[in-house]
């Protein structure tokens, strides 16, 4: 498995739509790889935006997680200010 960090040009000004602002960074690597990219989300309304916009997505449906003491506490509350939804980028 290969990790890149694309960080965004200087002068970058975010989209006022936060689930836009990733699809379209999503849409940046998909270029940069010449391959599809396969974005992972909770969100519906996100999965719907990039469905549109023309990326491959994988609605996910439960916690992804390795952790499961930490999933546990997550699902009784306990670990707070996680985000439940954002990204990631998936080369075939």
């Known amino acids: 498995m290969t990790i890149e960090l694309v960080c965004d040009p200087p002068g970058h000004v975010r989209l006022p739509i936060n689930d836009d602002e990733i699809i379209d960074g999503a849409l940046v690597i998909q270029s940069l790889a010449g391959r599809e990219v396969t974005l992972l989300t909770y969100g519906t309304c996100q999965s719907t935006r990039a469905r549109s916009a023309g990326l491959h997505v994988h609605l996910l449906s439960r916690p992804v997680s390795n952790e499961p003491v930490r999933a546990a506490r997550r699902v009784a509350g306990l670990v707070t200010g996680e ?6 980028a998936r080369w075939h």
């Not at 985000?83 to 990631?88: E, T």
């Open 83 to 88: 985000r439940r939804s954002g990204w990631l």
